[in-house]
């Protein structure tokens, strides 16, 4: 078995890290920042996930064809999410006349 | 053209690296034990992915409305139980270390701690759920949303994608818990050693899985709303 | 093709995977993939009779304009139809029975990669099986096997919760055979097994797995999301605090739409089988046939938004719906004419599983073509909801994966069991299926073309002439079904011994005994040439 196996400074700097970036997303929820503080939020979100899963599940030790799978799951789900979303952001699009005539309006998407 | 490649015999396979029948040699086992595991996974992220797929559809939707449930949200029980599930994938990834070191009383600690971690976690879950009991805020059995009525509708979307995200979540929790108990059973018998902890390692990934959703729940149900 | 490395010395009556062990429980705790597979097939032979005896009550209720069952029934009838026949019959059918029993044997392993898990999708599929009986029993769903939001999570007044219960079981029996085969397609080729030399079948059902293991959790969240939305009687896809039921229906056919390749890849890869095997060659573009596999997998999962052009979905997703559907038939016609070309100067013979093969080819061209006139946003406006629908996917899952089906198991029921099977009568059933399944949907295009709705219990009688030949056409598929199951339940006992490789087959399957030993090989094979290596009838390119 050649299994890597993970030194200890870094799982505990990983999880000191984790720890920070739950404090920073705390905080910064309380302060407004409009739609940002939604970015804000999804951003320390996906850093915290990458962290657990480069270091703790160790896909950064693993085989490429692991990786493969991972960001193959990943684009799935970007998928769904994307063209579900499609079709919510362009569901009250409506044109007056023809669409090369260029009067489309955009209103009403949320 | 009689040649045999892999030495494959129908004799007991070697006891200690736990080898079936049907695999070559251990590395095979492990690759193929990994890649399901990662396989598994990723059916996990779909499942979770159609209800956050719901909640990111509602949120753009009615934003007021969602923005206007986070009072009800207690940051701090859902800050405490973040940190608390991150502690335990740390002493997870620690048991993991310990299994490949053959460090048996280590590995017992480190899966104890993580199943006291865990079972916190849900005790703090089981309070909040108490709580949204109590304030009438459980969509179909219990809901009142007087503050903001003009909301009451809306709400009970977040509200019910609440429980069943949380929900699903922790009922993976439980699952969990369970099968750390039977590694800690396993462990206890002297199972694992520096050639054979393909379960703690796969079940440590799971683990470490349920810690990643909650990492997106909690801004999505905590703290979104929170500036307002 | 490959080396056996040491020839297994004979007995007088070999030993193998039927006969090793005996007993119930033998059969209940065997982790065989073989004998699983066997499990299975007799597990959806029951389903494919449940489902089959509700298509024939609903076309006798077609007999007359004004219905001889209540409309309660009649919807209760098709529902089951629907929902037994996709999810437990078709989903499962070639994956679960043929590929479980080949993929191991085409690659050169003993297994599957986790026979454990491998039984306990057979056990999930049982437990789905008995919540969609039970479901039956206590009077059945009427929601069609959409389940569509809010009739079904709200309005119906038929047991919803028990039927989803038993999809999402067996939802989860489709996940694990996917994971199954992708990580033996992985992890467990025998040396020499290369990806450029498996057999086209394995790369099919590698293609389904991923779609079995990237689609089916979506499914099973959205039924989740429906019984809980029964259960308390709100929930987000109710209309009245603002929900979207077209949010279901997106994640339903996140899905269902890929499922429809799950549906229909196994049987392709049968086909490139049988077709190579009863030409005597190579399989012409074998590249193409394998990419374009992949190439399905992944197109499929952006498609699913023709099933709702005629809901409130935005017409510029329509629109990009449209042309990505049209996109995903390149696969499926570089397939067709890949096969025709394999035909093609070859030595063809007209041995029952080539007769299927035919069938396949020409019903599939068909319920592709018009396939194609669905994905057209505008024709398909007017024909959907009609019985056009329900004749195009009917030519695609009948006429496709069911001809596949058979032909598959006509092809290796002799290494499955040993035995040979008559060969006239097997040659006349698929004459049978072949015209009876034409007789019962090709009226049905038509049907929709002049536009009478799906779903309906009665209809006006200028729709009487067609939907009588509908019927007759549904008895005399009936018959063709049952033929096969006597003559092969028959041959158990009594047909020919088959010997290892009665078509002259090339590929590992046909170089071990038959039936195979529980471990298939007895050394590791290696592997040094092509698939489909059948003589040197033409080396030539292009």
């Not at chain 2, 019910?160 to 995200?165: G, K, V």
């Not at chain 2, 949380?166 to 018998?189: C, I």
């Not at chain 3, 090709?442 to 729709?463: N, T, V």
Request: aromatic share 16%; net charge neutral; charged share 10%.
């Amino acid at each position: 078995m050649t299994a890597h196996i993970p030194k200890v400074r870094p799982l505990v700097l990983v999880w000191a890290s984790l720890i920070v970036l739950t404090g920073i997303t705390s905080a910064v929820s309380k302060i407004d920042l409009g739609e940002w503080n939604v970015v804000v939020a999804l951003i320390i979100a996906v850093t915290k996930a990458s962290l657990v899963a480069w270091i703790f599940m160790g896909v950064r030790y693993t085989t490429t064809l692991t990786k493969l799978f991972v960001v193959a799951g990943l684009v799935w789900l970007g998928i769904m999410l994307l063209i579900t979303a499609s079709d919510y952001k362009s569901r009250n699009w409506t044109y007056q006349g023809q669409p090369w005539s260029q009067t489309k309006t955009v209103g009403g998407s949320h | 053209m009689a040649e045999t490649v892999v030495p494959v015999t129908h004799e007991p396979t070697p006891e200690e690296t736990h080898l079936r029948h049907h695999f070559a040699t251990p590395e095979q086992q492990m690759d193929a034990a990994t890649l399901g595991m990662w396989t598994f996974l990723i059916t996990e992220v779909l499942f979770f992915g159609g209800m956050f797929a719901g909640y990111a559809v509602y949120r753009g939707m009615y934003p007021d409305a969602f923005a206007s449930t986070s009072r009800y949200m207690n940051l701090v029980l859902g800050g405490t139980n973040t940190a608390v599930l991150i502690c335990s994938s740390l002493t997870m990834a620690l048991s993991v270390r310990a299994a490949q070191l053959s460090k048996r009383r280590d590995l017992i600690l480190f899966l104890i701690l993580t199943m006291i971690f865990g079972t916190i976690f849900l005790v703090i879950k089981g309070f909040e759920y108490h709580d949204k009991w109590v304030e009438q805020l459980v969509p179909g059995f219990n809901f009142r949303y007087d503050e903001a009525i003009q909301y009451a509708h809306n709400a009970q979307i977040l509200f019910f994608l609440y429980f069943a995200m949380t929900g699903m979540h922790a009922l993976h929790m439980v699952v969990g818990l369970g099968l750390l108990t039977f590694l800690l059973v396993q462990a206890n018998r002297r199972v694992f050693h520096a050639n054979y902890f393909a379960p703690v390692e796969m079940i440590g990934l799971y683990w470490h899985f349920v810690d990643i959703v909650w990492i997106f729940l909690f801004p999505l149900l905590y703290l979104i709303g929170q500036n307002r | 093709m490959a080396t056996i490395a040491h020839e297994t010395p004979r007995t007088a009556t070999p030993v193998n995977y039927l006969n090793v062990e005996h007993g119930w429980k033998s059969w209940l705790f065997t982790t065989d993939h073989k004998r699983i597979a066997v499990l299975y097939l007799v597990s959806i032979t029951i389903m494919f009779a449940v489902g089959g005896f509700a298509a024939v009550l609903f076309r006798i209720n077609l007999l007359t304009p004004e219905g001889l069952f209540s409309p309660e029934m009649y919807n209760r009838l098709f529902s089951l139809h629907g929902i037994i026949m996709v999810f437990f019959f078709l989903v499962p059918s070639i994956p679960a029975t043929l590929a479980n029993f080949l993929i191991p044997i085409m690659v050169g392993a003993k297994d599957l990669a986790f026979p454990r898990i491998n039984l306990l999708s057979w056990y999930l599929y049982v437990i789905g099986a008995l919540f969609a009986m039970y479901c039956v029993f206590r009077g059945g769903v009427d929601t069609g096997w959409t389940f569509y939001a809010p009739y079904s999570s709200t309005y119906s007044n038929s047991y919803v919760v028990p039927a989803v219960a038993g999809v999402f079981v067996a939802g989860f029996s489709s996940i694990l055979t996917g994971l199954n085969f992708i990580v033996t397609v992985h992890k467990m080729r025998a040396p020499g097994m290369t990806w450029s030399r498996l057999p086209l079948f394995v790369w099919s059902n590698y293609a389904t797995g991923l779609i079995q293991v990237l689609g089916t959790p979506v499914l099973a969240i959205s039924l989740t999301l429906i019984a809980l939305e029964r259960v308390a009687h709100v929930g987000i896809f109710d209309p009245n605090i603002g929900g979207d039921p077209i949010l279901f229906q997106h994640l339903f056919w996140f899905y269902s739409h890929p499922a429809v390749y799950i549906m229909i890849l196994p049987g392709m890869g049968v086909i490139s089988e049988i077709v190579s095997c009863f030409s005597r060659k190579r399989v012409f573009g074998y590249n193409f046939v394998a990419f374009s596999s992949m190439a399905i997998a992944v197109l499929s999962f952006v498609v699913w938004g023709h099933h709702m052009f005629v809901t409130g979905q935005s017409v510029y997703t329509s629109v990009a719906f449209s042309i990505l559907s049209f996109m995903v038939a390149v696969p499926s016609a570089i397939k067709v004419f890949n096969w025709t070309a394999t035909m093609y100067k070859g030595s063809v013979s007209f041995d029952t599983p080539m007769l299927y093969a035919f069938g396949f080819i020409g019903l599939f061209t068909i319920g592709g073509l018009t396939g194609l006139f669905l994905a057209c946003l505008a024709l398909d406006v007017p024909v959907h909801g009609t019985y056009f629908i329900v004749a195009h996917f009917h030519y695609v899952m009948v006429g496709g994966m069911v001809m596949a089906y058979m032909g598959g198991l006509h092809f290796w029921w002799p290494k499955m069991t040993g035995r040979m099977y008559p060969q006239v009568w097997s040659q006349i059933s698929a004459a049978i299926i072949f015209v009876g399944f034409n007789l019962t949907f090709f009226p049905q295009f038509i049907l929709g073309y002049l536009g009478m709705p799906r779903r309906y219990h009665a209809y006006p009688p200028e729709f009487q002439m067609l939907n009588v030949l509908s019927t007759a056409g549904s008895s005399i598929l009936a018959v063709g079904y049952v033929i096969p199951l006597i003559y092969f339940l028959w041959s158990l006992k009594n047909g020919p011994i088959a010997g290892k490789n009665p078509w002259g087959a090339a590929g590992l399957e046909w170089q071990i005994q038959s039936p195979p030993t529980t471990y298939n090989f007895d050394d590791t094979p290696v592997v040094n040439e092509e698939a489909y290596n059948y003589g040197p009838v033409e080396e030539v390119v292009g």
